[in-house]
């Protein structure tokens, strides 16, 4: 089931939050810079990232692919989700900035706009998402959400067998993230060869 938003920006900024990014990673890759310190320091936040979004897909499934509105079949709270409620949004706001580091392109106001941008986009969707799931799921979401916290993540994880969960399915969660993993391939690729090229490194 779905819920209908009652906040008109973050259900709009929820439908096309796939797309959000592709004005910062144009202007990444138009003014890219990077270094090999920068390289390696923003490769390991994009994989950070990529490990949060892949451990919680695998969990998730495709329902974290929806654009129409909030909803969800299960109350996950396995894997990363034991330690933070949007693993998914965390590890997004980690690929970013992880580009951001990576390609120093005007350095550092595009990352710090960017981080800004997606941290109150997440904060909205956020709201929405909570609303829904407060009332789907009642005491079972109030208990995880005064034991876990929202973005960032804790040592310690959230226990609670009788909560129903879904099947872990890493096929089906790199299914899922196909796209994800494309589109980093690809921003990648576009970056170092712009690298090379610029500063003749063959």
Not at 55 to 64: D, K, L, P, Q
Not at 127 to 138: A, C, H, N
Request: hydrophobic share 45%.
């Amino acid at each position: 089931m779905a819920q209908k938003s009652g906040n008109k920006l973050a259900a709009f900024l929820f439908s096309i939050r796939s797309y959000t990014p592709v004005p910062f990673v144009i202007l990444m890759l138009l003014f890219s810079s990077p270094t090999p310190v920068s390289y390696a320091v923003g490769l390991f936040m994009i994989l950070l990232g990529e490990a949060f979004r892949y451990g919680g897909v695998c969990w998730a499934g495709s329902e974290t692919r929806t654009t129409g509105t909030v909803g969800g079949a299960f109350l996950v709270i396995s894997g990363p989700f034991a330690y933070v409620r949007n693993p998914l949004y965390v590890g997004n706001i980690l690929i970013y900035t992880g580009f951001g580091v990576l390609t120093l392109a005007l350095y550092p106001w595009l990352t710090v706009i960017a981080f800004a941008f997606f941290v109150f986009q997440y904060i909205l969707i956020v709201g929405e998402e909570e609303t829904y799931l407060q009332k789907t799921y009642k005491e079972d979401y109030k208990k995880y959400k005064n034991h876990v916290p929202r973005f960032i993540p804790q040592f310690k994880p959230y226990r609670n067998k009788s909560i129903k969960q879904p099947p872990f399915n890493p096929k089906a969660g790199l299914r899922s993230e196909s796209r994800t993993l494309q589109a980093i391939g690809i921003t990648l690729l576009l970056v170092t060869l712009k690298w090379i090229f610029d500063f003749k490194i063959l």
